[in-house]
Structures are given as structure tokens and as C-alpha cells.
């Protein structure tokens, strides 16, 4: 099972960064289905989470949630990714830089979720499995529902460039994130990555529990794989975020990051510095 969420972040800390849009997911084994719901209702239960209060990255001014602390709120969101961890859940986030490529966001969240669709259908075929997508419901109404999934038949039935439809054996689908533990974890780690790609504190927090959760290429890489920028200028994010110090293309590791080698590609926005303010940032500095 693929439980997908979209987020986005228009308030980003990052110099040469703009309104950033995103979609992810995670992949969910067939065991873990019921396993992850029963460790999650355990950390509920935990840390007092009111019962039928949904988990989310920006929770309502009146919830348990939005009045915790800070260090509580960030423990919270550990262990649910540690959770999902143990549980052997993977995850894929596409992030997009509007500040590097403009396009309107009408136009830009069909394209990520294509590139999306392309990791969930390479995970799949990786492990010669097939899978369903279910989508958080869309804001605005019944209407709106119907008109996404409309939009999104053709990437189940015809796939795309890169990804044949027959690993995911059905249209995608909808569900209310209120009632489904799954969608909650989407959330998450969607909105988590995204503010992690825009230099916010909460987001950078969690990179180490979102690195060893995203999948990874042949090379052992998140890069691209579990998370994938765009446009691909902003590759060195990785080097920042996650500690990586080469990006694949093919069977080819290209290093990111300040390097001295000389086959290094020059002038990238992120290569020399992470682009937050201040030199007593925890990314300014190499790992």
C-alpha cells in the first residue's frame, strides 16, 4: 500500500529559494499495514494525544498539538518516524523550487506527481511487486476530488516515459487522512522534507530519521531516489541535508558538496554553502 500527501512552503530560509511545492509518499509492506496503526496508537496513547485528533505537520490553533512545546511536538514526530522505520516503510518525496523554475503550481503538481509515480513504480518493480496509491482527499470538496482523480487516470493506465502502469494495479484512490494512521505518516514526512529543503528548524531536525526512512539507489544514495529535488541545480541540498556526498546519474557517482575534485560541476546555487543566514548554522559547515 502507497499512502500519498502533498505540502508545500512559502516561507523558506534558504538565499536564491522560492515557494517551495511537493508531493511524497510512503510504501507501506503488506505486514506493516496493521503493524505501523498498532505502534502509532501506542505512541498516541504515550504522549496523550486526545483520541480522534488527527496528527499533522500544521495542526489547528485549538488542538493538543498546537499547543505542546516545541521539544515535545519534535519527540512526537521521532518516534513516528522511527515507528515507521522498525516497521520497514520506505518513503519518496518530490520537492520543486518555483524561485528556480516558475511554473505555476497548477502546472508543477501534475508534473511532480508523475516524478513521484516514477519512484513508487521503480520500488515496486525493484521487488517484482505491485501496489495501490491511496491520496489524501483533496481540499475544496467533492468536486475537486473528482476532478484530481480524473487527472490522475492517465498515469495509471498509461504510466509515463520512465514507469509502466502495471505495477500500480489500480486507479489511485482517496481517503479521509482523519481516519487513516498511513495518510497521517504521508503528512509528515512530506511536509516534513519539504521544510528541510527550506532551511526550517523543524524540518532539519528530523533529516537523520527521514534519511534512513527514504529509499535509496544501488549506490546506497537518497539522492534523487527517496528525495528528489528539482531543477537539478539544487543537487548539493543533499550534501546539506543528508550527509551525501555524491549524487548518481546512471551507474556514475558525481561528488556535491565542496569539493576540490576537479571533475566537480561548478557554479551550482548550493555547492559552496548551504545558503542559510548566519554562520552558526547547523548545515553552514561540512559534515
Do not use: C
Amino acid at each position: 500500500m502507497i499512502y500519498i500527501d502533498d505540502s508545500g512552503q512559502k516561507e523558506v530560509r534558504r538565499r536564491h529559494m522560492g515557494e517551495l511545492v511537493s508531493v511524497g509518499g510512503v510504501i507501506v509492506p503488506e505486514p506493516a499495514v496493521a503493524g505501523f496503526a498498532t505502534a502509532l496508537d501506542g505512541i498516541r496513547a504515550e504522549f496523550e494525544i486526545p483520541e480522534g485528533e488527527e496528527l499533522k505537520w500544521k495542526p489547528p490553533k485549538s488542538t493538543f498539538q498546537a499547543k505542546a512545546t516545541g521539544p515535545l511536538i519534535t519527540e512526537l514526530r521521532q518516534r513516528m518516524l522511527q515507528a515507521a522505520i522498525d516497521s520497514g516503510i520506505k518513503s519518496a518525496v518530490v520537492v520543486w523550487d518555483r524561485g528556480h523554475v516558475p511554473w505555476e503550481k497548477t502546472r508543477v503538481e501534475p508534473e511532480i506527481l508523475k516524478y513521484l509515480y516514477e519512484r513508487i513504480a521503480s520500488y515496486l518493480r525493484e521487488r517484482n511487486d505491485v501496489g495501490i496509491i491511496i491520496a489524501d482527499q483533496p481540499g475544496g470538496g467533492r468536486k475537486d476530488e473528482v476532478k484530481w482523480l480524473a487527472d490522475t487516470l492517465g498515469l495509471t493506465r498509461e504510466g509515463t516515459r520512465f514507469a509502466t502502469p502495471d505495477r500500480v494495479v489500480s486507479p489511485i484512490l482517496t481517503a479521509p487522512s482523519h481516519h487513516v494512521p498511513h495518510l497521517q505518516l504521508a503528512d509528515l514526512v512530506t511536509a516534513a522534507t519539504t521544510a528541510a529543503v527550506a532551511g526550517q528548524p523543524a524540518g532539519m531536525k528530523l533529516a537523520k530519521w527521514l534519511k534512513e526512512l527514504a529509499r535509496t539507489n544501488a549506490h546506497g544514495l537518497v539522492g534523487g531516489t527517496g528525495v528528489a529535488l528539482w531543477p537539478p541545480d539544487l543537487v548539493d541540498l543533499h550534501y546539506w541535508i543528508f550527509q551525501e556526498t555524491h549524487y548518481a546519474k546512471g551507474s556514475t557517482g558525481h561528488p556535491i558538496g565542496p569539493s576540490d575534485n576537479p571533475f566537480s560541476d561548478p557554479g551550482r546555487t548550493y555547492q559552496r554553502d548551504d545558503g542559510l543566514p548566519g554562520p552558526d548554522s547547523p548545515t553552514s559547515r561540512p559534515p
